[in-house]
């Protein structure tokens, strides 16, 4: 069983900042992808940035050069600093870890956090 849990949400005014925070528990492959997505209100669920164990990063392109990734393999967690923040950046954010369990056949697993509210004000 694996479990993720956030911290880090909350209201924020625009041009300020925010760090979201997501740890890991249970059993998970070393070899792993941790990110954060995000959701607003009748939105679908988007890519905010993601990050491979081998520290690969991939950021949404509405976050690039605000947003900075960053993960530790030790502890199983994973941080998002928002700098910057607009108050379209307002949406739940979710964190993510999946792994590929099997190449043949292709099998692969993802677990969701329960999300974090973040409110940007104008």
């Known amino acids: 069983q694996v479990h993720l849990v956030e911290s880090g949400g909350g209201l924020v005014q625009a041009g300020g900042s925010l760090r979201l925070s997501c740890s890991a528990s249970?059993?998970?492959?070393?070899?792993?992808?941790m990110g954060w997505y995000r959701q607003a209100p009748g939105g679908q669920r988007e890519l905010v940035a993601d990050?491979?164990?081998?520290?690969?990063?991939t950021y949404g392109d509405s976050v690039k050069g605000r947003f900075t990734i960053s993960r530790d393999n030790a502890k199983n967690t994973v941080d998002l600093q928002m700098n910057r923040l607009k108050p379209e950046d307002t949406a739940v954010y979710y964190c993510?870890?999946?792994?590929?369990?099997?190449?043949?056949?292709?099998?692969?697993?993802?677990?969701w956090g329960q999300g974090t509210q973040v409110t940007v004000s104008s």
């Open positions: 249970g059993s998970i492959f070393s070899f792993n992808t």
């Open positions: 993510q870890v999946r792994w590929v369990v099997s190449y043949s056949p292709a099998s692969s697993r993802t677990v």
């Open positions: 990050v491979t164990s081998g520290g690969t990063t």
